[in-house]
């Protein structure tokens, strides 16, 4: 298995020209899931105690497997939040594999995490964030934002007062799910704004003031979201940075899905208030064009999340050394073992620049105004509300929520494209309607145009 033979030879070459291919190819297919039973029929049994041979399984892999998973940076696949690497961030995601590096501490992995601060010194620029501020890339947006959550509890417990208090986070309806997901897992409360349009300095003033005594001893944190999920609002972060700081709150702003248009000049006014924050959000592997996974977290004082997250233990003395001397990324957020995650996102910048970066997430923007557009010249649709940042929540005229399922699933069994519904919050409930979320550059005013005309 750890030898070099003619074999692995071989099949370094077949695994790099199916690679060639992929990274090359123009008209990549959608792809879309066969029930396990299926797949099982199809290619049998893998896993077996001699071993079934590199060239059989890769053979299964790019005749059945492969085909059975969706392409997500195929250019009609607007669905939820979709990712579009640049080739350049692939190919060095091959290299992060095959250089064996350990990126949690800078005794083993100080090449790569070196490269990784290249880049975490840009995201941290576009945020206006003070000096001292920095980050770590995590697996994604779900790891970043427990990793800020337990960041946040544990500095409010270093006063005795909250030591035996559970801890009660205030929110807006219009937050992603894994907030609601990894206050559980942090073991605090979460209250929720009702309302899914942007959470204002107001509404959070008038919630505080609703709370009772002890709600509002337990209460530590807020959090914004810089781009919601479901239609790309961006809360009014000055408002709730204001408030925060005179409530003595942690402000944490969720940018997982928008934070990348914080490099867009059209539209970075609409996030100001983020460099008041003391942590943020923000992936990578969403809107920076990078392969998944990669998310990040960055903090004002990364020395908090130091206390909150450092890891001790005999084994692991050797990295706090002296002569083993750098940045530690484990000591910032959950995990300890990490692949260097932003090494992709590093090597993609340093070849393109971030101009080039800037000039990917505008297309995304332009594109969601041609949609818009498109919708408002189409009898047969129209806009549920004005688009905002990459996100387009539109209807069809007299369409069911069943219709819209209906019409998801023949549109991906065709692989054609793969558009699916959502619920928008209305005052009297909840109606399901149709959304666009662009983030391919690739994706062309035609694509938009066929998609809404499959609809009639
Ligand atoms: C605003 C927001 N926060 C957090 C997440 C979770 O990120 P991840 O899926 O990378 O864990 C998402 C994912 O879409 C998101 O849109």
């Known amino acids: 298995m750890h030898k070099i033979d003619i074999e692995l030879v071989e099949m370094t070459l077949d695994v790099m020209k199916y690679t060639i291919d992929r990274l090359t190819a123009t008209n990549t297919k959608i792809g879309k899931p066969k029930k396990e039973e299926e797949l099982k029929a199809l290619v049998g049994e893998t896993v077996t105690k001699a071993g079934i041979g590199g060239e059989v399984a890769f053979k299964l892999w790019k005749k059945y497997l492969m085909k059975a998973t969706v392409s997500i940076d195929h250019p009609r696949h607007l669905a939820f939040v979709p990712a579009s690497p640049t080739r350049a961030a692939i190919m060095f995601d091959l290299v992060t594999s095959a250089s064996s590096i350990h990126g949690a501490y800078w005794m083993e992995g100080a090449g790569g ?18 000096d001292g501020a920095f980050g770590v890339f995590t697996s994604g947006g779900t790891a970043a934002n427990l990793s800020a959550i337990v960041t946040a509890r544990e500095y409010w417990r270093k006063d005795d007062t909250y ?33 899914e349009e942007k959470l204002t300095g107001d509404d959070l003033r008038k919630t505080i003031d609703g709370l009772t005594f002890h709600q509002r001893k337990r209460l530590f944190a807020v959090v914004a979201t810089g781009g919601t999920t479901n239609a790309g609002i961006i809360d009014d972060l000055t408002g709730i940075a204001e408030v925060c700081e005179k409530e003595k709150l942690w402000f944490h702003v969720d940018a997982a899905y928008g934070g990348g248009a914080l490099i867009a000049d059209s539209v970075r006014h609409l996030f100001n208030g983020i460099e008041r924050a003391d942590s943020i959000t923000i992936d990578p592997h969403k809107w920076m064009f990078s392969p998944y996974d990669c998310g990040a977290v960055i903090y004002k004082k990364p020395e908090l999340a130091k206390e909150a997250h450092s890891q001790e233990g005999s084994y692991l ?47 995304g923007i332009e594109l969601t105004q041609i949609a818009g557009k498109l919708i408002e010249d189409m009898p047969h649709v129209e806009l549920v509300r004005e688009p905002n940042l990459s996100c387009v929540l539109y209807r069809r005229i007299g369409w069911k929520p069943e219709d819209y399922t209906h019409w998801t699933y023949e549109n991906h ?38 998609i809404l005309e499959s609809m009639k």
């Open 113 to 130: 995490i070196f490269c990784e601060n290249e880049a975490m010194r840009w995201i941290v620029s576009l945020t206006g964030l003070p």
């Open 163 to 195: 030591k035996r208090e559970k801890g009660l986070i205030i929110t807006s309806f219009g937050a992603h799910s894994s907030i609601k997901a990894m206050a559980k897992v942090a073991d605090v409360d979460i209250l929720l704004v009702e309302s």
């Open 413 to 450: 069994k065709k692989g054609f494209a793969l558009v699916t519904p959502t619920k928008w919050k209305t005052t009297d409930g909840f109606e399901t309607v149709s959304r666009f979320c662009f983030i391919n550059p690739d994706t062309t005013k035609q694509d938009i145009k066929a």
């Open 317 to 363: 003395d050797i990295f706090k050394d002296e002569g083993a001397h750098g940045f530690n990324p484990t000591d910032y957020q959950i995990q300890l073992t990490r692949r260097v995650r932003g090494l992709p996102l590093w090597f993609s910048l340093a070849m393109h620049g971030t101009d080039k970066y800037k000039q990917a997430v505008e297309r």
